[in-house]
Each structure stands twice: as C-alpha cells, then as structure tokens.
C-alpha cells in the first residue's frame, strides 16, 4: 500500500484545480447535458442499475414485486442505462486526470487517529446512509444537488440544503476519523 | 430564434447514441471532480470541518454557470426549458432524505459520484463506501413495500421550480443565486483562513 498523498495533493506533483475553475468545467459540463439530453447529471441510479440486475439475476419474481428494483428492469439489459454508462464515463475521466497528477494509489483515506479498519467499516455504514438517503430523496449530490439546484428545482434545493446541515450536525460525533 | 434544443427530445439522435453522449459527457464529470480534488474523502469531509470548502465551492460554481447557461438559452427562446426533466418535488421526504444523505456524506467520506472517482484512482475506502451504497439502496428496496412507500411519496408538490414556487421572475432569482453565492464564496474564503489546517 503506497503512502497517501496529503490532501493539498502531494508534495512535488500538480495541486489541485482551482475550485472556481474546476466549478465552471463542472457547469459546463451539466449545461452540456441540459442542452444535448435535456436530463442532468447523476450517479445514485447507477447503482440502482447495477443492485436490480444482481437481484434479477438470483431471483426474477423477487425484482419484479418490488418497484425500486422493478424500475430499473425493462426489455433492455438493466446495465444499458444512461446512468450506467454516464458514471463508467466519469470512472475513466477520474482516471485520467488521477494519472496526470500522479494521485492514483492504493491507499484508504483517513485522518491519523483511526485505524485502517475503523475507517473501512465507516467507510460502508456511511455508504448505507448515503444509498438510503438519495433512495428517499430521488438523488444524491449529483442528480439532485448539482442537476436540480441549476434548475432551481424545488425540492433540489431542500435536499441540498439538508445535506449540509446532515453533514455538519454528524460532524462533531465522527471527527476523529478524519481530523 | 427557433426552438434547436434539447437536442435528444427533439429526436435529433436516438438510444443508442445517446449511450455514447452519456459516456463522454461523464468522462467529462468524472474529470473535473478528480481534478477538484473530490477523489480524496479527507479533502471532501474538509468542507465539514471548515478547513477546505472547496466542496461548496465547486458545487456553487457548477449551479451557477448551468444556471445562468439554462437561463440565457431559454430566454432566447433556443432551449425549450420544459423539455429539461425535473425532478419531482416531495417536502416532507426529500428534507428527510437530505439529511440521512448528509451524515452518510461525513461518516463515508463520500458522496456516490465522488465515490466513482475515489474506485478509479484506488481509494480502497471509496470501494468499501460503494459496497455500502448497495447495501442502503438494498435496505431502502427490501424495506420499501412494507416501510418507504407508504411515504416516499408524502406532501407532493410535483415537478416545480423555485421562481414558480415563490411567483416570481425565474430572471430575478437566477440573479439572486448568483449575487448571492459570489458573496458566499467570500465569506467561504475568510473562514478558509481562519480553520486551515498545517498540511
């Protein structure tokens, strides 16, 4: 396991992008898909994809009775969505930039005083929370912060605010993992 | 000027090529989050710590110049903002949701489509946290006929935006956000420097 660069990016290869900058690509980017698809971006329904077709695949009647698995399966291979195939693209475009400023390694991100499988175990609960969350919500920080809050979709714009008071209500209590 | 966009509900292209749009506007979204540093769940979880807000920052920054994108090609009458799909409003729920989401964010390190970038450049944790999100939305699929449903659907406000909410101009309200998040980005700078971390 190779050492984890520091957060301001590691020592001796480029920083990070200005986060203005970086902002106005990302915008672009979503006003792109506006404009070609009329759809935003997303990453959650992805994932939906990839969970309906396991489940399908070990148990069709089981994936047919529950709508958010049935919602995902149609005539189509469930992993032929516009989703899936956004987010492979976006697994490519983190690649190649990682690989421009040597950030690729493996390595788990976590502060000095929590342990490799504390964090891991984090890791997944958090994980949890997150797939529950953007299930009840209809989007994450992707396909409804980002998307709907350029929209100015209503309810984009409560779950976004939400998230920020989720994030730093839980903040204090989960603090050694990361500071 | 007459109505050109957008261009795949206009049946300018089809199903199939609209697979191939998905994967290179995604290399594109996958690109700039790597780039802003959102691989990294110690720089994403900054933004709760008030040590690095780059989170709000790029976030802000990506709203604003879609929106006003969104908002100048529609008013010239090129975009057909009805054709662009919202995302149908439910308070009650989506606040819930909101903040169950934002404590996974802090707790995880991640949110999904950061997660994707963190796999790709081998952050074993983001790997663990995507583990965990197939295990929420199980949880959220296995519990939803008996538990979700009977609320998921709760104070339904329908496809809205914030301009038709309050009755406005959308014009103000883009100017609004706009004003607004530039000041917002100062006030995010100052305390950028007051809580930045050596190292």
Request: proline share 9%; charged share 10%.
């Given at each position: 396991m190779s050492a984890v660069p520091s957060?301001?990016?590691?020592?001796?290869t480029p920083s990070y992008m200005n986060p203005y900058l970086a902002g106005v690509g990302l915008g672009l980017v979503l006003l792109a898909s506006f404009v070609i698809m009329g759809r935003g971006l997303g990453a959650t329904g992805s994932f939906s994809s990839l969970l309906a077709w396991i489940v399908q695949a070990i148990s069709p009647e089981h994936a047919d009775a529950i709508a958010p698995y049935a919602d995902y399966?149609?005539?189509?291979?469930?992993?032929?969505?516009w989703l899936v195939f956004l987010v492979s693209g976006a697994f490519a475009g983190a690649l190649i930039s990682g690989m421009m400023a040597h950030r690729v390694c493996a390595c788990v991100e976590k502060?000095?005083?929590?342990?490799t499988g504390g964090r891991l175990l984090r890791a997944y609960a958090g994980g949890a929370l997150a797939g529950i969350g953007a299930k009840i919500g209809l989007?994450?920080?992707?396909?409804?912060?980002l998307t709907g809050g350029a929209l100015l979709n209503a309810g984009s714009w409560m779950f976004m605010l939400m998230v920020f008071v989720g994030g730093y209500a839980a903040a204090w209590y989960v603090r050694k993992q990361w500071i | 000027m007459d109505i050109g966009a957008p261009f795949y509900k206009l049946g300018m292209f089809g199903d199939d090529a609209s697979l191939a749009v998905a994967a290179m506007l995604g290399v594109g979204f996958g690109f700039f989050l790597e780039r802003a540093g959102f691989g990294s769940a110690r720089k994403l979880t900054a933004q709760f710590y008030l040590s690095d807000m780059s989170v709000f920052k790029v976030m802000f920054t990506a709203i604003v110049t879609a929106m006003v994108g969104v908002f100048a090609l529609s008013a010239s009458g090129?975009?057909?903002?009805?054709k662009i799909y919202l995302v149908p409003t439910y308070v009650v729920p989506q606040i819930i949701a909101g903040f169950v989401f934002g404590v996974g964010f802090v707790i995880g390190g991640y949110c999904p489509g950061t997660s994707v970038a963190g796999i790709a450049t081998g952050r074993i944790d983001a790997g663990v946290y995507a583990i965990g999100m197939l295990t929420g939305i199980f949880i959220y699929a296995e519990g939803f006929n008996s538990f979700f449903a009977s609320w998921a659907e709760a104070t339904p406000m329908g496809q809205i935006t914030l301009p038709a909410v309050f009755g406005i101009s959308p014009g103000y309200l883009v100017m609004a956000v706009a004003v607004m998040a530039i000041g917002a980005f100062a006030l995010a700078e100052r305390v950028e420097s007051a809580f930045r971390r050596p190292g």
């Open positions: 957060p301001s990016g590691s020592v001796g399966l149609g005539e189509d291979h469930p992993l032929k969505s502060g000095p005083h929590i342990s989007g994450c920080t992707s396909g409804q912060a | 090129w975009l057909d903002f009805s």
